[in-house]
């Protein structure tokens, strides 16, 4: 189980310290995710779970007569993307739930995106339809969410070098795989109101380290944001020191021609507003 925990207090700021080694490690999905043949034109969009604002900055850049929105629940993650985005003036943020967000009178919206944001909804078809809600016909959702865990050699990678159980939550749990089985999106979507509902598999390389110090970068990174930092913090203290050499170990084997790369797999779904 995932809660706001997750993105505020001193893990938001940890998160908000370590946004330019997030975008990059997520730089081949992001690409495809924003692929303007699939995005199409718009006047107003909004960026659900934004973060550091990365898919802001770069639609309101490309598109400087539209209005981009990014709304997190982080107020860490916000005053970075607020910072990075000053430059624009038609990037603008909020902190807000998305399932509770309200467009102004007369700006419904035509796009809506999310780089692995909407995992983590309480009530995912309720969340849905109160996005459908703010849109105007023919409106886009595209949206990226993990496939399943068993094809995220990361994840498997990191259980076992932490030497974690397996997780007693839900599969369909708010977190990062609540998203992984595709006929459970198709219905949470059509029960939403969305329509169009399609998926494509992405395969792609998450860059966790790079340079000289690629491995130790690396370390560093998963011992401040994700699931390992979260185990790390849990564990008794006497048995820290193992567990960081054999994620020290597990890194290094994955580390190529400078740079520590992990086998990523996620759905692009896109699906329209009628």
Known sequence: MTD???WTGPVGTAWAREWRRTDRSFGALTDRLLDPAAIGGFARALDIGCGAGELVERLAAAHPRARVTGLDISAELLAVARARCAHLP???FAECDAAQWQAASGE???LLVSRHG???FADPPGAFAHLRAQCAPGATLRFSCFRARAD???AGALDAALA???SAAAPDAPGPFAFAERDRVAGILGAAGWTEVA???LDYAMIAGEGEGAVEEALSYFQRIGPAARALREMPADGRPAALDRLRGMIAAHHRASQVTMPAAAWIVTARAP
């Open 4 to 6: 706001s925990s997750e």
């Open 90 to 92: 038609n990037a603008r």
């Open 108 to 110: 419904a919206l035509d």
């Open 118 to 120: 909407v995992m983590f």
């Open 152 to 154: 995220n050699a990361w």
């Open 164 to 166: 974690l159980p397996p």
């Open 199 to 201: 998926f494509e598999p």
